[in-house]
């Protein structure tokens, strides 16, 4: 696989000199990988050049393409996007001449700049073609524009990392059950699958009676398992099937699966636990984000999430300061997608409200030699969105049997204010539920949760308005009469 060594290794060295990566290299590269797999059943050795995968660097080499990296996109956003060159006009800051310790003078790009005017972010130099939108369940939805040569880049990094992380070979078939409205995400996932050589089929978010049906079918295809492989969707979508899985009592052999992808909600530690259960497939949750594609993080054995540096700069950074974040402290994702990975919507310092805590000590795992945070916490939306984090309230109510899948859950403040325990709103399947609230109630203070109390509901309009969930976008179809 001589041709296949060769572009990886110009793929290397593209990283370190920060020469600008042609698409149509990154294409080749996928399908050289597709290729090697063919023909040996596995990656080649040298698959450890690959995006993500890249063996420890010499932290000067880091630090000195870091800042190669900052300069050039900054740069890039202040000559050719309005709100930067505005910005840069103010700061009296001379891109060009940026070094890592000017990075702080740059103002945080909060998510509002973004949603208000995505033009703005657009470079002048670009050819937009395509307005992904994501969900929007924490409000209005965020337009993010993407050239062809983005998407062709974040559909080889999709490809390679479907090949390598997921495992995925041509005998498998991936069911992609997530809102049909998010292009983006459906467009990567079917062509990473379908270049991989995988069967693809797009179910959106049906009524799980009938996701469960179809995940169950025989597929009865030439080269292809029995049945569908391998799930992608999003943690409230997957509560609600693991619900209706336990509830009809379909037991894992009724299944196919091998593989759950989980993506952009919290998957808490009790719904992944049941998820493998159900369904008899180990379930993983990276992390991406349409506005910062195509960097990301992957996590690891030890339970962090490792960002990976070559595609962007990560910060974590208090919420309200702007203030680095002290390691074992909480504090948001703030994200700078590097060119020339990026040239079309560019974004510096962009707050994306994602919470995650800083390991206290540095970490001692396989992917140490990447940065790390915890796994995302939740969103942030105001102190009492740190005081108890999504994931806490996930990992203590969603371990119950009575509390329906996907848990309806609100934080109101509790009788010592805004800085004090916070008060949780929990819908349960019938009350009055003595014995499950005893039990929430000794397991939140062993798990030393800031919370004051819990009010446990039956009637969900009685309740304090709960989150939007990405399972809450259903899709109907003519299959659902007569089903819930
Ligand atoms: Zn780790």
Request: charged share 20%.
């Amino acid at each position: 696989m001589f041709a296949t060594a060769l572009s990886q290794l110009r793929y290397a060295a593209a990283i370190l000199t920060n020469r600008r990566i042609r698409p149509k290299d990154l294409e080749r590269l996928a399908r050289d990988l597709v290729a090697t797999i063919a023909e040996f059943g596995e990656p080649g050795e040298d698959s450890a050049l690959l995006p993500g995968r890249s063996a420890p660097v010499d932290p000067t080499v880091r630090r000195e393409v870091a800042r190669r990296s900052l300069r050039a996109t900054a740069t890039t956003a202040a000559r050719h996007t309005a709100h930067y060159r505005r910005q840069f006009d103010q700061l009296d800051l001379d891109p060009t001449q940026l070094e890592p310790e000017d990075w702080p003078r740059i103002p945080v790009t909060p998510k509002q700049a973004l949603r208000a005017l995505p033009a703005a972010f657009v470079s002048d130099t670009a050819t937009p073609a395509l307005m992904a939108l994501t969900t929007g369940t924490s409000g209005t939805p965020t337009a993010v524009w993407f050239s062809r040569a983005e998407l062709e880049c974040a559909i080889a990094f999709s490809t390679i990392s479907a090949v390598l992380g997921l495992g995925l070979r041509p005998r498998h078939t991936v069911a992609y059950a997530g809102c049909s409205r998010a292009t983006l995400p459906l467009v990567n996932a079917e062509e990473s699958a379908t270049r991989a050589g995988a069967g693809f089929v797009q179910f959106g978010t049906l009524t799980p009676a009938v996701a469960l049906d179809r995940l169950a079918a025989p597929l009865g295809l030439p080269g292809k398992d029995p049945q569908i492989t391998h799930l992608t969707t999003s943690a409230s979508y997957l509560a609600a099937l693991v619900q209706e899985a336990e509830h009809h009592h379909w037991q894992p052999g009724d299944f196919g699966l091998t593989s759950i992808s989980v993506g952009g909600e919290v998957l808490s530690a009790p719904l992944r636990r049941r998820a493998e259960a159900a369904f008899g497939a180990a379930a993983t949750s990276a992390y991406l984000m349409t506005e910062i594609l195509p960097a990301g993080a992957t996590p690891c054995a030890h339970g962090h999430l490792h960002h990976t540096p070559e595609f962007g700069h990560l910060e974590v950074l208090d919420p309200l300061t702007w203030q680095p974040t002290a390691p074992g402290a909480t504090g948001t994702i703030v994200h700078t997608p590097y060119v020339p990975y990026r040239d079309c919507t560019l974004l510096l310092r962009y707050a994306t409200g994602d919470l995650v805590r800083l390991p206290a000590e540095p970490p001692t795992c396989e992917l140490a030699h990447l940065p790390a945070t915890s796994e995302i916490l939740g969103r942030w939306n105001g102190p009492l969105s740190a005081t108890v984090t999504t994931r806490e309230i996930l990992d203590l109510v969603e371990a119950e049997p009575h509390v329906p899948l996907p848990a309806r859950h609100a934080l109101t403040e509790g009788p010592d204010g805004p800085e004090g325990p916070a008060r949780l709103h929990l819908l349960v399947d019938r009350l009055p539920a003595t014995a499950l609230r005893a039990r929430l109630e000794e397991r939140a203070h062993t798990a030393g949760l800031r919370l004051a109390d819990i009010a446990l509901y039956e009637d969900r309009a009685a309740m304090p308005p709960t989150t939007p969930l990405r399972a809450d976008l259903r899709e109907h179809t003519f299959e659902t009469s007569g089903r819930r």
